[in-house]
């Protein structure tokens, strides 16, 4: 099922109740791989929230990936983005945070001093071959860093990860 507007784009968004809530855009989001499902920042929370994408709408919203900080306070969160495994890579101001298929962060890497919190409000993230990218509002690259990660195929279903 080929992802359609306004999900591509990360642009708008749904309440759970199927009305369309335009001010979504302001906090970050990342589609799934097969277009199946939207994470997205949840206000004043260390909680990703997802739902389900059917149409132009958000169905069966809940809870799902949780942050961690390093002093339990509420993280900043910036970009995020899926990688080719299903695995949410989240910028946030206690590093970049990847989560599971099951919604458990299994690891955080630091960020240069001084890109921490300043990118959390304005980065994009952007997984390419081989390699994840922090630029701010203006595209400019504030960070690049190689991982073993490949960029998620548009429409194809990950692998799936099981239960843990």
């Known amino acids: 099922m080929p992802c359609k507007p306004p999900w591509c ?12 809530v335009g ?12 277009s199946s499902h939207v994470a997205f920042f949840t206000q004043f929370s260390n909680v990703l929230s997802q739902g389900f994408i059917q149409g132009d709408t958000l169905a069966h919203v809940q809870p799902f990936y949780y942050l961690h900080s390093l002093d339990n306070s509420v993280v900043s969160v910036g970009g995020m983005a899926f990688d080719s495994e299903g695995n949410l890579w989240v910028a946030t101001s206690a590093g970049l945070q990847m989560l599971d298929q099951n919604g458990r962060v299994r690891a955080i890497f630091s960020l240069p001093t001084g890109i921490e919190f300043t990118m959390a409000f304005s980065t994009t993230l952007a997984i390419e071959q081989g390699q994840i990218i922090l630029s701010d509002n203006q595209h400019q690259v504030a960070w690049r860093r190689p991982f073993r990660v490949q960029p998620p195929t548009p429409g194809v279903r990950p692998k799936s990860q099981g239960q843990g």
Not at 9 to 20: F, I
Not at 25 to 33: G, Q, R
């Open 9 to 20: 784009q990360a642009a708008s968004g749904s309440s759970a109740s199927g009305k369309p």
């Open 23 to 34: 001010e979504r855009n302001a906090y970050p989001m990342a589609v799934y791989p097969d």
